[in-house]
């Protein structure tokens, strides 16, 4: 005869058991439930200046090329959120090639959605919102650049993955002209 507590016990084992077995399920099948975002980048230009103002933290701002990048994103990831969809991260990056490095990337962008309603992106002549400049301080010997956009579904269970879904290439001008003022 089993008592309460033997009984009990075998209940809850069986119960963890599924649990667990259910979030293996859910974890893995999660990537595959099928969604159907839109997607559309532009990019209208890229204008490289050298100098910034001067970052009291940062003593080489001054002679530094930076590149400004006037881009369009047009997005709906409504259909991306299903049931175990914590959030979207989605980021711009830009990647490119120089001679020491075969990837360089640099996050431009990015932008944490946290339900449908947010899902619908619309930047128009939207600007870098994170600097862009280049390891050695110029972009002298960068060949050639692609402006991708990510989105990395966040999940109440299971892992993170990244998603590139639209790239562009293009090419990193040199400085239009000197800062003003500088030496
Ligand atoms: C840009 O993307 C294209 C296509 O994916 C790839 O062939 C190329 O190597 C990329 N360029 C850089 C600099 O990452």
Known sequence: MYNFLQRLSGVTSFAMSTLMALVVVIALTTPFIPSSPTFDMSLHNVQTTTGRAMDPYDRMSRKAEYARLTFDLDADLSTMFNWNTKLLFAYVTVDYT??????????????????????????????????????????????????????????????????????????????????????
């Open 98 to 183: 120089t001679p020491g490095f075969e990837t360089n990337r640099a996050v431009i962008w990015d932008r944490i959605i946290k339900n449908k309603r947010q899902a619908k992106l619309k930047l128009r002549k939207h600007h870098n919102k994170y600097a862009l400049r280049n390891y050695p301080l110029t972009f002298e010997d960068v060949e050639g650049a692609n402006l991708t956009l990510h989105i990395n579904p966040v999940p109440y269970l299971g892992i993170m993955y990244d998603k590139p879904v639209v790239s562009i290439p293009f090419t990193i001008p040199r400085p239009v002209k000197p800062a003003a003022g500088s030496a």
